[in-house]
């Protein structure tokens, strides 16, 4: 069974930081992508940021230059850095990860989420 375990949300200023973290356990035969996406009260689930498992990476507009997302597959993590955070960017943040339980399966899993909220 795989689980997701997030970590690092909390309360932040405008202008601040904050790392978001992503540990993947369980019986798994590889992961192809880890991401982020985040939902704000009254909208929809959006993609932040995705790492592929070549590398490849893919940000929002929105957080372009801002954040960065990267992994350690040795620990089987994927990490958020935030910065110059903006009110904006107030939402809960769910780790997402298409992994291969056994060589020839695929599933995708979501983490319980994660509060952020920045505010003066």
């Known amino acids: 069974q795989v689980q997701l375990v997030e970590s690092g949300g909390g309360l932040v200023q405008p202008g601040g930081s904050l790392r978001l973290s992503c540990a993947v356990s369980?019986?798994?035969?590889?992961?192809?992508?880890m991401g982020w996406y985040r939902q704000a009260p009254g909208k929809q689930r959006e993609m932040v940021a995705t790492?592929?498992?070549?590398?490849?990476?893919n940000y929002a507009d929105s957080v372009k230059g801002r954040f960065t997302i990267s992994r350690d597959n040795a620990k089987n993590t994927a990490y958020l850095q935030m910065n110059s955070l903006e009110p904006e960017d107030t939402a809960v943040y769910y780790c997402?990860?298409?992994?291969?339980?056994?060589?020839?399966?695929?599933?995708?899993?979501w983490g319980q989420g994660t509060q952020v909220t920045v505010s003066s």
């Open positions: 997402n990860v298409d992994v291969r339980p056994t060589v020839l399966r695929r599933a995708v899993y």
């Open positions: 369980g019986s798994i035969f590889g992961i192809n992508s």
């Open positions: 790492i592929a498992s070549g590398g490849i990476i």
